[in-house]
């Protein structure tokens, strides 16, 4: 599982026993991904759903494309 901590919350990318992943925000479902590169690229490009009761800037969190630069908690 990878973690990113932001000012609008806590991003998780985690596996999925059928082989592919989720990134949710806060608990909240933004898109399925067939792997955690997937998951990162797609946060990064601003191309995921956006959460319930929050307009979100993608651009302005910067999120990494890199999963080192993201907390690994392994899990």
């Not at 973690?3 to 806590?10: A, E, H, N, Q, S």
């Not at 191309?47 to 907390?71: K, M, T």
Request: hydrophobic content about 35%; overall charge negative; glycine content about 10%.
């Amino acid at each position: 599982m990878f973690l990113l901590k932001t000012r609008v919350g806590t991003f998780v990318i985690c596996n999925h026993s059928d082989g592919g992943c989720e990134l949710t925000l806060d608990g909240e479902g933004l898109g399925k991904y067939q792997d955690q590169q997937e998951a990162a690229d797609a946060l990064a490009d601003g191309s995921v759903f956006q959460p319930r009761n929050q307009d979100i800037d993608f651009d302005e969190i910067e999120a990494p494309r890199n999963l080192a630069e993201w907390e690994y908690i392994y899990s």
